[in-house]
């Protein structure tokens, strides 16, 4: 496929007189992620207007202000639902959610495990930063036992979720992770996510410095990326790790990519079905 002109990304997919310069801090990571996702898009050739772009409420969750597609800013751990309403309302069109590990996953995680379990069509870009950064800097379900937040002043002692195990229980049907310093991977892996029919989930490992690492003295922006290259490694480089070498790593990867019934269309022939069996007794009383 002969490659886009960045320019002409940015035209056609931003808006440019909405609200920028954008809302984030620096060296945030949302900025990465947004390039990956209007320039997958890009690649698929999709239309603007096919496309609804649902979010709900943190950090990661503005990014609908700023693409030109039909979007919803939503509830706090709501996004999910909302978006499962537009693909069960309009089929058709490609449903977005963009979301953060607190929204999804601590409010959220009813609609996301449910989600999953259904099958509905619907493509999860999941920013994870460990953290809750735009409502005060308390810990999320993913924050790392023995981190700092204004919530867990003296170390979170919680188990974290791992996401993508959470999403494979659940049953979804296209599992992915990668992170915000592997921006060419995170671009592949979305556009593969927004093709394959079914819930998909490309959880994205992002760098919060302004809460996140000064709490936890990870650094400035480029430490805490160069933590995600050297920490965040191929599913293939990780398996090579005996299990001492594996301590503080995490894989990423593809960890499951299957076809099967979906949703909305499972719904669509139901309806039809019993529309069919009313106009038959319907029939029958004439």
């Known amino acids: 496929m002969q490659k ?22 620096p060296g945030c990571s949302n900025g990465i992620v947004l ?3 209007i320039r997958a898009v890009a690649e698929l050739e999709w239309k603007r207007s096919d496309i609804t772009m649902v979010s709900g409420i943190g950090c990661s969750s503005r990014m609908p202000v700023y693409v030109d597609f039909n979007t919803l800013h939503t509830l706090h751990g709501r996004a999910i639902a909302f978006a499962t309403g537009v693909k069960l ?10 979301t953060g590990d607190g929204d999804a996953t601590a409010i959220g995680g ?27 800097g308390q810990y999320s379900p993913t924050t790392p036992i023995g981190d700092r937040t204004t919530t867990t002043p003296y170390g979170n002692i919680d188990p974290a979720f791992d996401i993508c195990e959470l999403a494979l229980g659940a049953g ?20 593969k996510a927004l093709v394959h029919k079914g819930f998909s989930l490309v959880e994205i490992i992002c760098a919060c ?49 299957v076809i099967k019934p979906e ?3 499972e719904y669509d022939k139901l309806v039809k079905s019993l529309q069919a069996s009313i106009g038959e007794v319907d029939n029958d009383r004439t």
């Open 35 to 37: 390039g990956a996702v």
């Open 209 to 257: 410095p302004i809460i996140y690492g000064r709490m936890n003295k990870k650094g400035d922006a480029p430490a805490m990326m160069k933590s995600m290259k050297e920490n965040i490694l191929s599913i293939k480089a990780y398996e090579k790790l005996t299990e001492e070498q594996k301590e503080g790593k995490i894989k990423r990867g593809i960890f499951r990519e």
């Open 89 to 98: 309302f309009k089929p058709e069109l490609k449903v977005i959610v963009v």
């Open 110 to 136: 009813n609609h996301f495990i449910h989600a999953a379990r259904r099958n509905i069509d619907l493509t999860v870009i999941l920013l994870n930063n460990y953290i809750y950064g735009m409502t005060g």
């Open 4 to 25: 886009i002109p960045q320019k002409i990304i940015h035209n056609k997919y931003l808006r440019h007189r909405k609200k920028f310069p954008h809302v984030w801090c």
């Open 263 to 265: 949703y909305t269309e």
């Open 172 to 191: 979804a049907a296209f599992v992915a992770r990668t992170t915000a310093y592997h921006a060419t991977e995170a671009q592949t892996f979305i556009k």
